[in-house]
Every structure is written in structure tokens, then in C-alpha cells.
């Protein structure tokens, strides 16, 4: 048999929220329907649309989005009395938790008589906003607890998103910051130093990815790479390119070899056909002084040596960015590194930043000079790469809206050469400030 569905009526009110009208559903069990809400002092037009139901089926079909507030008779007959009649614990406020199940997000005024003062204190600690006696009942009194009932409501929803949203960046961020790389040098001469800025507000984690490893042979390898895009998508496909180059050079894959296997993740991974990724590694020699290059369609690093400008590697021999063409070759270039040397990769975001309010772009020949610039002035190591980070941002304006991410390798051959006097070879020496003399006597290498 259909539950008949009580008419809905208005009356004025004044306190309402905003000066809009709201609408209090009353749930109450006066078999004879006579029970009637106090008239409601009008004021700035504002009304309140009254909906009655006998019994809490008629509240969940009354029950819409637009309800702000109920108003529920703590005497409405519950499952409690049956659980008496069985011997169990009974619960008077059963069904304010029933309502309040139903209506997490609407406000709950509890209605009950004065000698229930203890069971009412309890309404509101279980959920409650508010509550109000029989006797005491009118229409001002009943007004103002609405508006207070539907803001303290409110306020709690907002807190309560609030506090979730806090705890979701917090998780955010742990999670990120638990993909970011953690080189693997140990036993390496060579000296890594990074700066890594996504360029999603509030993100730790961007498309851009790097990592170093060092295998048993002693070869240090390094990569930089970039995924089209900005978005968390971009971001999780870079942490899982990385992680793959991670696994097959640890496997013993080099070159072309395992670009071409990278290649194949990301074809695998990507959401569209449209995604690609550059991608820059370069494998060092065990002596430190040779290295192999390889670029697809990458900026090409920076290096610098004692007493030279610092000038970008050869990039003519590069390949295609990762994902663009099928069966796409890279080829692998023999560099000379030399005894002391510093070696800069990083994304097109150090790069592609404007220059004043023009269209201008920094561009890779800006970079460079910008980078010897700050050479002579003495900036070395981490220093210098967070100098050239926030110079870019300023010569932009503002904040990047690309990823930057920018690693530096350095060996100096002084420093190796005591390590090696000294059988501390692999062991951490600290990194001597600009103009400092290192260990050996001889001054830190350019970068």
C-alpha cells in the first residue's frame, strides 16, 4: 500500500539563512497529524516550507536535497521498545542515528520534553545540532534554532571537507615525495646535486623525471627525461619511465638497446597516441673521463671544464623524442669528458621561459650565458642550479607554468686523486664553498 505523501505548506520566518527561504522537514508521531510547528515571525520575506511525516518511511520520501533542516521528535516509536520486549539494551536515541545515517549532510534539530534534558545533551554529542522541548516551543525560538541548526551545519560540512582535503594533500604528498629518485652512487667519485619544480600549483610531482645509477662495473649512469603534458597522468607515466630505465640499466641495457625498450612502456602505458617523452642519458665511464651520449629529442646538456667557458655537448647525432615513430633508432655519441669537469642536463622548462613581457624565450644559447654568468660570480654545486632556477623564474614574470627539473655531476680530479692517496675512494668529502681550496691544493672545477 503507497505511503501517503502530507501536503507541503509555508509559513513566513525571520531568521533564515541569508534571507532565503529553507525548508524543515518535521518528523514527529502524532498518529492524528495534529501536531503543528509555531507560527513564524515574518521578516525580509523569507519563508520556511513546513513538510510533516508521521513516520521515518515518509521521512526518507520527504527526505530531498532540498530539505536544510529536520526537525525529529526523539518519542518517534523505534526498534528500541522491540529490543526490550527481547531483553536487550534498548536505545533511545535509535532513530536520531537512523535520521542521521540517512542525512549526513542535513542539519537535525532533536524535539523531546524538558524532564528528557539528559537524553536531548546526549542527541546533540551523538550528532545533533541542536535541540528543543515541547514546552518550550515557539515561533521565534523555533526560528532562530533553524537558521543556528542549518549555519553550525554548514560549518561542520566545511570543516569536515576541510580536514579530508588536508588529509588527501598530506597523502599526496608522501606519495610523491616517496617517487621522487633517490640516486644510487655509492662507492661513485663523482659529486649530484638537483632541483626539481613541477609545474602544477600545489604538486610535487611533475612530467619531468630523472635518475642516476651506478652498476657494478663501476659506469655511472644518468638520465633526464619529459613527458608532454602538465597533468597527474603525465606525472605517473614519467615516474613509471623512470622506474623502467632504473630496472634495465640495472639489467645491463644501454643505448639504443634500452631506449628502444623505453619506447615500448611508453607506447604500452600512454593514454593517448598523441603522448610522447624526451629523454637525455648518458652512461660514464668508470675512469670518469669518457662518456656516451644519447638524445631523444632532448635539450643537450651543459658541460663545463677548468678554465673553459661552459658550452653545450654535441646534439646533431640525436633521435626522435620516445613515442613518435615506430622502430626509431638512437644513435650513441663518445664524448671526452676529461679529468675535472662539471655536467649539467635538464628540461625545456629551464629553457622555455619568457623573457620580460615579450614572446621572447630564453632559449638554450640564454641559458648558457646566463649559467657562465653565474660561474663567475662563483656559484657552484647546488647553489648554482638554485640560482638558475629562480633567476628563469624572474626573468618570466612569475611562477613557471612548465616542469623544471635540472641535475649536476661533477668529478674533480684533485679530489679523486686524494681519495684514492688516502683509501677513502667512494667515502662522501664535503663540497668546499666558492673559492675554497679543495683537499688537494687545487680549486673546485667550474660548476
Known sequence: ????????????????????????????????????????????GA????????????????????????????????GAEARTARGEDPDGLATLKHVLRIAPRHAVLALTAQ????????AVRVGAQDYLFHDELDGRLL??????????????????QLTESRLRAQENARLERGLLPTPLLEGSDLHFAARYRPGRSRALLGGDFYDTVRTPDGTVHVMIGDVCGHGPDEAALGVELRIAWRALTLAGLCGDELLSTLQQVLEHERESEEIFATLCTVDIAP?????????????????????RAAHLLPYQDGGPALGLLPRARWPRRQVELGGSWSLMMYTDGLIEGRVGDGTQRLGQDGMVAMINRQLAEGLTGEDLLEAAVTHVRELNGGELTDDVAVLLLDRDQDVVRHRTQHGV?????????????????AQRPPL
Open 1 to 44: 500500500m503507497p505511503v501517503p505523501v502530507p501536503q507541503q505548506r509555508s509559513v513566513p520566518a525571520a531568521e533564515t539563512s541569508y534571507g532565503a527561504d529553507l525548508t524543515l522537514l518535521v518528523i514527529e508521531d502524532d498518529p492524528a497529524g495534529t501536531f503543528t510547528v509555531p507560527e513564524l515571525p515574518a521578516a525580509a
Open 47 to 78: 519563508r520556511v516550507r513546513i513538510r510533516t511525516a508521521r513516520n521515518l518511511t515518509e521521512a526518507g520520501l520527504l527526505l530531498t536535497d532540498d530539505v536544510d533542516c529536520i526537525l525529529l521528535d526523539l518519542a518517534l516509536p523505534s
Open 115 to 122: 524532564e528528557d534534558a539528559e537524553l536531548a545533551a546526549e
Open 143 to 160: 526560528s532562530r534554532a533553524i537558521r543556528y541548526a542549518v549555519e553550525r551545519k554548514r560549518a561542520d560540512v566545511a570543516q569536515h
Open 287 to 307: 675512469d670518469g673521463r669518457r662518456a656516451g651520449l644519447c638524445l631523444a629529442g632532448h635539450p643537450a646538456p651543459l658541460i663545463a671544464r677548468q678554465g
Open 425 to 441: 675512494r667512494g667515502r662522501s668529502i664535503p663540497r668546499p664553498r666558492p673559492g675554497q681550496v679543495s683537499p688537494a691544493g
